[in-house]
């Protein structure tokens, strides 16, 4: 039985959702019960923002409840059919989230070293890369689309294990990678569907309801964490779905060179935030694998905004940048979305603000 496209990116939706909301509490009482716990008490470096020991094996609902969601929808024909190099392209980006998210997991449960971790999402980034998941042009701003050539190898892994460190680094407070990288899968998934991807647009789906449906368990206060294995999932998923979904439909899009552009703006908030902690260390003469409190959620917290609400501005700064693609892209009302992204943002912005002024004014007395 056919259903229409769309019904089809709903039904991967709420089936991730479903399956996460049932099984992240089952994974939260197993993970206590073997003792594979984030301990506070073992932070060396004095960064970690939660006061008691937590499960850090979400991950495993939200890689489960995109997983099953995208197989029952390929199950009942929701994929269509492919040509053979899209179909490369899809099964490159879930087989690639499957060895991303295997990569964190042995990380949370044995604590891998950066350059093991490194050297493994090399290897995937790059296997990726050879059934199709490659990012084959680069754009000059009010120019054409040029060519990478020998260059599309380096620049795709970079992006691929960039991205999925990017996510992982951002996932410092309650909620934090899961709400954004669930506000950005529902971006890439209007976006990839405006350019006629739909199979790409069914990935983001699935992994936008796995992710949201994790905040029920994770806003803060949360309950349990999703760990390295689910940032590294979402990260490269996220990374995956932009090249196939939009950067590689450049070459036939009615906006080509901003077509090329739009990924790199739907995720720009993790993106930027991952540059700047990098370029502070290195001036520093640190190791960039070093954590530290530079990212901007911990200079957010040390200005005295609260957690939640520190939460809610990247939120709104992510739904930003987000609409702001859909205006790129000339979606139809995508620049009054954009208008009203930036309404709220400087709202929210407002709000944090003026609770820093309540906390400055609360100390000087």
């Not at 939009?246 to 720009?268: E, I």
């Amino acid at each position: 039985m056919s259903m229409p496209t769309e019904l089809y990116h709903l039904v991967a939706f709420i089936i991730a959702l479903v399956v996460v909301w049932w099984s992240t509490p089952i994974i939260n009482e197993f993970g206590r019960r073997k003792g594979l716990v984030d301990n506070p008490k073992n932070d060396a470096n004095n960064r970690k923002m939660h006061q008691r020991p937590m499960v850090r094996l979400g991950g495993v609902s939200i890689f489960a409840g995109t997983v099953i969601a995208l197989l029952l929808v390929w199950i009942f024909g929701g994929f269509g059919w492919l040509p053979p190099n899209k179909e490369w392209e899809i099964w490159g980006v879930t087989m690639g989230g499957v060895a991303f998210f295997l990569i964190g997991l042995a990380d949370d449960l044995y604590d891998l070293s950066p350059m093991t971790r490194l050297l493994l999402q090399t290897v995937v980034a790059s296997a990726a890369w050879g059934v199709g998941v490659r990012i084959d042009f680069l754009s000059v701003p009010f120019a054409s689309l040029i060519q990478i050539g020998v260059f599309s190898l380096p620049i795709t892994v970079i992006w691929l294990v960039g991205m999925a460190n990017a996510i992982n680094w951002i996932d410092g407070l309650d909620g934090l990678a899961a709400g954004g990288c669930g506000i950005s899968a529902v971006v890439m998934m209007i976006l990839a569907l405006f350019m006629e991807q739909p199979a790409a647009a069914l990935i983001a789906a699935a992994l936008a309801g796995a992710a949201l449906g994790f905040l029920r368990y994770n806003f803060n206060p949360a309950q349990i964490f999703m760990g390295d294995g689910g940032a590294y999932f979402m990260g490269f998923t996220l990374a995956g779905v932009g090249v196939i979904g939009l950067v590689k439909v450049a070459t036939v899009a009615t906006v080509a060179v901003t077509a090329v552009l739009l990924p790199f703006v739907v995720l720009a908030v993790p993106i930027l935030d991952m540059s700047m902690v990098i370029i502070s260390r290195i001036s520093q003469g640190k190791s960039p694998f070093i954590a530290d409190k530079r990212h901007l959620h911990h200079r957010l917290i040390q200005a005295g905004i609260s957690h939640r609400l520190t939460v809610l501005f990247i939120y709104a700064l992510t739904l930003w940048v987000g609409s702001i693609a859909l205006g790129l892209s000339n979606i139809p009302s995508g620049w009054g979305f954009a208008i009203a992204a930036t309404v709220l943002l400087g709202y929210v912005g407002w709000q944090a603000w003026r609770k820093r002024r309540e906390v400055r004014d609360l100390h000087d007395n």
